[in-house]
């Protein structure tokens, strides 16, 4: 790593832990069985709470900006799934959805987290609906954005690589970055040029570790004829740009799931709670106020926190 992409990744760490703790979200260590995840749990400890999933090759910060929103009422526990980000990743753990979501289900364990609302972007959403179908007593409502593990009516442009024999995500050289890059976000949060260098390197020398998980959880354990078992108060929301899992899915997750509701983004890609976050929170904090009515237990207010990104 050259000593440009070297600051780059320093800055990254440094900016990221800086904005955690602005948040008031704090860094935990968890066991969890086979793995130790690396958690940012963050407000009131008796408060209803949501865990935030990320998807395939991402981490825990593409939650961070939403969760700012949710913390003054809400407790927050936003994971590194293994496999990802600082939990690390180990050969042979096994990174299918039901694994994960055994390793979420441990996670709420060790918080004394008996019920939670649950969501999940791309394969975290996988995971999130998988948890609910596992363990529908814990999951007190869903958030699916972007999700994958159905099959989507049109193919996106990452899924036609696929077809292919490809991979958008497994880069063998950095050169190959910005193209991906551009395929994760309608609208990114701008990024210096040093520290999307450094990100570049790190997806290149993660490659073989990125590859054993997408074998794991690609197209394995899918849900499309158990989406009609799912009992939980489902919202799926969808980035309209979304180049790496079509807009049609949608449709799928919303028709198979008795009762979702739908909400979409006509300027947003594949991370919607990333590219408009102030946006996203707004209308989930409504859909959770609905859910805490339904069920008749303190309701949620729906006003966003303090501040806008």
Not at 72 to 97: K, N, W
Not at 282 to 300: C, I, K, M, N, W
Request: hydrophobic share 45%; proline share 6%; net charge neutral.
């Amino acid at each position: 790593m050259s000593r440009r992409t070297t600051l780059g990744a320093r800055t990254l760490a440094a900016v990221t832990r800086g904005e955690a703790k602005a948040y008031g979200l704090r860094e935990r260590r968890v066991d969890v069985g086979d793995s130790a995840l690396s958690v940012l749990e963050g407000g009131p400890a008796h408060a209803p709470a949501v865990v935030l999933l990320h998807g395939y090759s991402a981490d825990r910060v593409v939650w961070m900006r939403f969760a700012r929103h949710l913390l003054r009422d809400l407790r927050i526990v936003v994971p590194d799934l293994a496999g990802h980000g600082a939990s690390g990743f180990t050969t042979g753990t096994g990174f299918s959805a039901p694994a994960q979501a055994e390793r979420v289900a441990a996670l709420m364990d060790h918080f004394d987290i008996d019920r939670a609302h649950v969501a999940g972007n791309s394969m975290g959403g996988f995971i999130a609906a998988t948890l609910s179908l596992a363990h529908p007593d814990r999951v007190t409502s869903l958030l699916l954005s972007d999700a994958v593990g159905v099959a989507s009516p049109e193919p996106s442009e990452a899924e036609l690589v696929i077809r292919r024999g490809g991979n958008p995500f497994l880069l063998d050289d950095v050169a190959a970055f910005p193209a991906f890059y551009a395929m994760t976000m309608a609208r990114p949060p701008f990024v210096p040029g040093f520290v999307r260098a450094a990100l570049a390197e790190d997806f290149v020398s993660r490659r073989h570790q990125l590859a054993e998980i997408f074998q794991d959880f690609y197209g394995v354990a899918t849900l499309d004829e158990r989406l009609g078992e799912i009992t939980a108060p489902t919202l799926v929301m969808w980035g309209e740009q979304d180049r790496l899992v079509h807009p049609s899915t949608a449709r799928v997750w919303s028709h198979g799931i008795p009762g979702a509701r739908t909400v979409s983004y006509p300027e947003a890609g594949h991370m919607p709670m990333l590219e408009v976050p102030r946006r996203t929170a707004t209308d989930y904090r409504a859909f959770l106020g609905r859910v805490s009515a339904a069920t008749s237990s303190t309701p949620v207010t729906a006003r966003p926190g303090a501040g806008a990104v």
